[in-house]
């Protein structure tokens, strides 16, 4: 990685970020305010909790993992990396098993179907799973595997900038979503973050990079 590379992959995750760090406040601001219940923020009212704990731990989630992708910062500060990273594996379980129990056991939207329902347990479950593996695999000291298991970790955390993205430009062009087209979208986002996941584990890296990980992994 060059350190043009180093400089701007964390702005641009901290930018894609934005969508579902601006979301959550929203919603934060929403509950707090007291604002009028409608069908589709009726859920969140009835029981806020688990809301407000995903929105919270998806933020500090997107935002602070932006700076773990920029490897200068690793090298300089080893201590500062394994601390963000005890924060990560705990901020991304909560989010995910907090996003878990409002799929499961929230009233569903007219738009959320079975489908739609099911990818979301497949990829929040995901989402904890590689979590652990990575967490497994620094306590191995296996840093190849630790970097691959976090970055598709964190592809999965950030679905909701991309699902954003795509069910925006969706319905500028077509107008609004069905179930079945949202489920497909929603799916295809976290397809596409997993890609670009895949593509980063794979691309070439100095071995600086990896040394500066073995010394300052999460443990």
Request: charged share 15%; hydrophobic share 55%.
């Amino acid at each position: 990685m060059n350190s043009r590379y180093d400089k701007l992959l964390p702005v641009a995750i901290i930018l894609f970020s934005a969508v579902p760090v601006l979301g959550g406040a929203l919603r934060l601001t929403e509950l707090g305010a007291g604002a009028e219940i409608t069908p589709d923020n009726a859920r969140f009212f009835a029981s806020p909790v688990p809301v407000v704990v995903h929105a919270v731990t998806v933020s500090v989630y997107s935002l602070l993992g932006a700076f773990q992708f920029a490897p200068g910062l690793r090298r300089r500060r080893p201590g500062w990396h394994r601390l963000a990273g005890r924060v990560l594996v705990l901020c991304g379980l909560v989010g995910a098993l907090s996003g878990l129990w409002m799929t499961a056991f929230y009233p569903k939207p007219a738009d959320v179907g079975a489908f739609l329902t099911g990818v979301r347990l497949v990829f929040g479950t995901a989402w904890a799973v590689f979590l652990v593996l990575g967490f497994l695999a620094i306590r191995r000291r296996d840093v190849a595997g630790h970097r691959a298991w976090m970055v598709r970790a964190f592809a999965i955390g950030l679905g909701a900038g991309t699902q954003a993205v795509l069910l925006g430009s969706w319905i500028a062009a077509t107008g609004p979503l069905d179930q079945l087209s949202k489920a497909l979208l929603m799916l295809a986002a976290w397809v596409v973050n997993l890609a670009v996941a895949e593509w980063i584990i794979r691309k070439p890296h100095r071995t600086t990079t990896r040394t500066a990980l073995a010394r300052g992994g999460t443990r």
